[in-house]
């Protein structure tokens, strides 16, 4: 995978040090997790709750390593508790409610010792503008972005987005790409744009991508079962 990224970043004219690689871990169980840190990996991805919270958990108790998990599947509000307590960054904000969920929780957990850094998070971005699979549609970016700014315990990071699955990559990752360069009119600060799968991190690299969040094309199909 490191092979593939390097190739990507090398066609786009872009160093490797630019991309984060977030191994997504959803359904494997903290043993794999570990045995991922053995081998070098520090960065990692996980989509639900209790699941994530569990393994994290888990494997802090076996690894002392400075590994970091991040949320990148869609959140509930009664879930921003425990993922304010092990989550670096949440990818996948998309209302003003869960940003102030978030912002309390994060706050309290720093009241309590649980985290120290502010949670950063990540705006999602519906592509399509088909906000039921998550996500805020481009123009609603703004406000959401606004009110994050005003909660003490966040730091707004920048964009996340998930290529719908109707149509090529190149057309999302280049609207990605478009409604970044916008956004960043008016938040320089937020440079991070989470994109790209095991399907289309090439092209997500192409297009600027900051962050790939890959399971697949590392692990394995996922099992079934989570753990
Ligand atoms: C599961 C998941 C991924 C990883 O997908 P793969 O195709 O297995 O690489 C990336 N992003 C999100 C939000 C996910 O839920």
């Not at 985290?115 to 998550?134: A, F, K, Y």
């Amino acid at each position: 995978m490191r092979d593939r990224l390097r190739v990507a970043c090398s066609a786009a004219g872009r160093s490797p040090d630019e991309v984060e690689l977030l191994v997504v871990t959803k359904f494997f169980p903290a043993e794999d997790v570990v045995r991922l840190i053995d081998l070098g990996e520090r960065e990692f991805g996980e989509s639900r709750e209790p699941e994530a919270g569990r393994k994290v958990a888990q494997v802090r108790a076996e690894r002392s390593e400075p590994a970091v998990f991040d949320m990148i599947g869609r959140l509930q509000r009664n879930k921003a508790k425990t993922v304010a307590g092990w989550a670096r960054c949440v990818h996948s904000l998309d209302s003003e409610r869960l940003a102030t969920a978030l912002d309390t929780a994060a706050a309290a957990a720093r009241d309590d010792g649980v985290r120290h850094d502010p949670l950063d998070v990540l705006i999602q971005v519906s592509l399509d503008g088909d906000t039921s699979r998550g996500g805020v549609a481009a123009d609603d970016l703004d406000p959401l972005a606004q009110h994050v700014a005003s909660a003490d315990a966040l730091r707004l990071r920048g964009l996340m987005c998930i290529a719908p699955l109707e149509g090529e990559p190149e057309r999302w990752m280049h609207r990605a790409a478009t409604v970044r360069a916008q956004f960043l009119r008016s938040h320089p600060d937020a440079e991070v744009l989470s994109a790209g799968m095991s399907g289309d991190l090439d092209v997500a690299v192409a297009y600027g991508s900051t962050c790939v969040r890959v399971g697949t094309a590392i692990l394995g199909e996922r099992p079934i079962v989570s753990p």
